[in-house]
């Protein structure tokens, strides 16, 4: 076997000795601990470190005392200087020792002997490679109605029949017992790994969606059934090879504060008189006489024990809120028509707990860009935790420790930008700790590539965009002045491209963000999607996809075949809401009016064939199968990329060359595809078969308009039937 041999240009502000650290060998699977082992030192300014039995492997250079690289991956011998990979040592300027333009910041010396920051992901852990899986991903509540004694109107945007004046589609449709119910439809489907919206006990006028948390530590009961519990769930999703990805709020709860914790003074919703109306005549559907929670028999929205004794004395006594009550803020009596609303719903951001809770007002305006959405308020019922405060995480992370004990899989961390990344990372390489190979990732929203301080246009600073939390080093400007957090987040940056090429037929500027790549710790490990509950690619990123169904296709046969692993928003399959706003915009719009409509007509006995037979339902449905029987496809490292509007091609190999797949996709049109510098062999199309040999190193084929070529080497050949968007 070749012997792999490194040299390595040492920068001129480094500390004169440098390390490996390394791991992710082949064929061998080996690892060094950091910061690594000494390399030994070569001739003007290079250092030299040489491999015994490996072909390639994964490596960090570092110099002990702060400064780094990013994480590199050789597969031949070669030169690492000025942040690029040399065959030969002719046209290197030893004099420059830069990284991708960016001068390597040197940390403080007091970071030097501590350990990395991240709790690294073993891809041949107990857990397994998470690259391996594709994401399905569901509001619980409205996917399918599985137990209808347990559905539940929320107090806001009930949707009223026109004809009989009666309430109808409860926000708390969907539940447990829905899902369980078609976990084979998923499993049909391809997808390998299910991510749920927030399943903890929820408080809001509007909480279906389940961000805006009451109690942690207890599953909402409008989701549960006596036959169909979280556990349930777990151990049945489990049972088909399903993972399961639960969503975790850090930065925030609802408006009530927390059961047992903490509590946020308001007046009992029981109490509020609308003006104009009196106590006992409220006509607000399931609503009747009063606002309060019309399924519990106290008809309050807090049964919290830390509240004042007056209110859990109420709680208790005065189930209809009739029994004048004054209120101890200003002395006055209610029920009272039109007294302040805000005594009953709002928040004073002055008088929260502060062991609990941040105190400096509510986001507004240019605040959502700025260092303010890491100090403020989301909005009234999104009240911002103190997450720095020990108390904070110590509730947090022992909650969610517990549903990873039941056999949670991975998590999703909501409003990451709100969090700082030092702080949040501490509660993700918690979770870690407790269950080693979890895989964590994260929402940073951004309509834009999110380069933060990198330029590019944008108008917000490193520290809150998506690249920072993947990263561990402090400067804004070089992402290589830290490695690899091991906290990879959602590819808002290649997804707001979207609106701009895929939703006009075309891959124009698709390659320009996957060329970044660069920036991120990992961007293998980066969840791909075409949209989700808050956003889509089509205008200001306000509606579900809009674009003609070969679009899609043509996007899924991107997202399925780039780095990254794919996510589907429920209902994308079928075309599900084309077109709608993913969440309410007017007034008096209601759920059914937009992307947040009710799946499960669509899951019944009588409509599923119909369902599953959706050109995109049987299109996705082989992607799944073509992505999982070929690695390169998951894990492979991404070359050779270039688009041209109608056309893109590149390659993906997966450890030198154990998989490597060319892939040439088109939209729009027919396209002719050309590509050079591959591996010589045997290669067949995964797509309609087709076997092509390579001695020249050059691979030609035809790709028909919105379909793919995935010409894999030795590959077993076509996988699935042809259809109509792959043929």
């Not at 490996?54 to 031949?76: E, I, P």
């Not at 209120?327 to 951001?349: H, L």
């Not at 290589?480 to 075309?506: I, K, W």
């Amino acid at each position: 076997m070749p012997e792999l041999v490194i040299r390595f240009l040492k920068p001129a502000d480094w500390a004169d000795s440098v390390h490996i650290h390394y791991w992710n060998t082949y064929p061998s699977d080996e690892n060094t601990h950091w910061p690594g082992v000494p390399v030994t030192v070569d001739n003007d300014g290079w250092f030299v470190y040489r491999f015994n039995g490996v072909k390639s492997a994964s490596v960090v250079f570092n110099d002990g005392n702060g400064s780094q690289t990013g994480d590199l991956h050789c597969a031949r011998s070669g030169y690492y200087a000025n942040g690029h990979w040399h065959e030969c040592e002719e046209n290197i300027d030893p004099r420059v020792a830069v990284f991708s333009g960016v001068s390597v910041a040197r940390q403080s010396s007091s970071k030097a002997s501590e350990k990395p920051l991240h709790v690294p992901v073993d891809p041949n852990g107990p857990l397994g490679d998470f690259r391996e899986e594709t994401i399905y991903f569901l509001l619980t509540a409205r996917f399918n109605e599985g137990d209808p004694s347990i559905s539940f109107f929320c107090r806001d945007r009930i949707k009223f029949n026109s004809e009989t004046g009666e309430p109808e589609d409860p926000h708390w449709r969907g539940d447990f017992k829905g899902l369980i119910k078609r976990l084979d439809y998923i499993r049909d489907l391809g997808f390998t790994a299910i991510w749920i919206t927030p399943p903890v006990e929820n408080r809001s006028g509007l909480d279906y969606h389940g961000y805006h948390a009451y109690d942690w530590t207890r599953i909402d009961p409008r989701l549960e059934s006596p036959d169909a519990t979280y556990q349930d769930l777990i151990d049945e999703a489990h049972k088909r090879g399903i993972k399961i990805i639960q969503d975790v709020v850090v930065n925030h709860s609802c408006q009530y504060g927390i059961r047992g914790q903490v509590h946020i003074d308001h007046l009992p919703i029981k109490y509020y008189v609308p003006q104009g109306s009196e106590q006992g005549r409220v006509d607000h559907g399931p609503y009747q006489g009063h606002l309060g929670n019309y399924a519990w028999p106290n008809r309050d929205d807090i049964d919290n024990p830390v509240a004042p004794d007056w209110y859990r004395e109420r709680h208790h006594s005065d189930p209809e809120g009739k029994v004048p009550l004054k209120d101890p803020k200003t002395g006055e009596t209610i029920p009272k028509p039109g007294y302040d609303p805000g005594r009953f719903f709002g928040i004073d951001a002055q008088t929260l707990d502060p062991e609990w809770y941040m105190q400096h007002g509510f986001i507004c305006g240019g605040d959502w860009e700025s260092e303010a959405v890491q100090k403020k308020h989301i909005a009234g019922d999104c009240i911002n935790l103190a997450t720095d405060r020990q108390n904070v995480k110590d509730y947090l992370i022992g909650a969610v420790n517990r549903y990873l004990d039941m056999g949670v899989d991975a998590l999703r961390i909501d409003t990451v930008k709100h969090v700082p990344r030092d702080n949040l990372l501490e509660y993700v390489n918690a979770w870690k700790a407790h269950k080693p190979g979890l895989f964590v990732f994260g929402e940073n929203l951004v309509k834009g590539y999110g380069w933060g301080d990198l330029g590019g246009g944008d108008n917000g600073p490193s520290f809150i965009r998506p690249w920072w939390y993947t990263r561990l080093g402090h400067d804004p400007r070089n992402p290589h002045s830290g490695g690899d957090s091991g906290f990879p987040q959602l590819d808002f940056g290649l997804f707001s491209t979207f609106r701009d090429n895929l939703s006009r037929g075309s891959f124009e500027g698709v390659a320009r963000v996957l060329e970044m790549d660069w920036i991120y710790g990992n961007a293998s490990t980066l969840v791909t999607f075409l949209q989700n509950h808050d956003v889509g690619p089509d205008n200001d990123f306000r509606f579900r996809f809009k674009g003609e169904q070969w679009m899609a296709a043509a996007a899924y046969n991107l997202l399925w075949t780039v780095r990254g692993i794919p996510c589907l928003y429920y209902g994308e399959e079928i075309e599900f809401m084309k077109g709608a706003p993913q969440d309410v915009i007017g007034n008096d719009d209601t759920l059914d009016q937009t992307g947040r409509a009710y799946f499960g007509d669509h899951l019944t006995d009588e409509n599923i064939g119909t369902t599953q037979s959706h050109p995109l339902y049987q299109h996705i449905k082989r992607l799944n199968r073509i992505r999982r029987a070929i690695p390169a496809l998951q894990k492979g490292e991404m070359s050779q990329v270039h688009e041209w509007g109608s056309g893109m091609r590149f390659v993906r190999d997966y450890r030198d060359g154990t998989s490597y797949a060319v892939v040439g996709l088109s939209i729009g049109s027919d396209q002719d595809i050309a590509v050079e510098n591959i591996r010589n062999g045997i290669y067949r199309d995964a797509i309609t078969g087709k076997e092509i040999s390579v001695s020249n190193g050059c691979l030609g084929f035809h790709v028909p308009a919105n379909s793919a070529g995935i010409f894999v080497l030795n590959g077993a050949g076509k996988i699935g039937s042809t259809g109509v968007y792959l043929r």
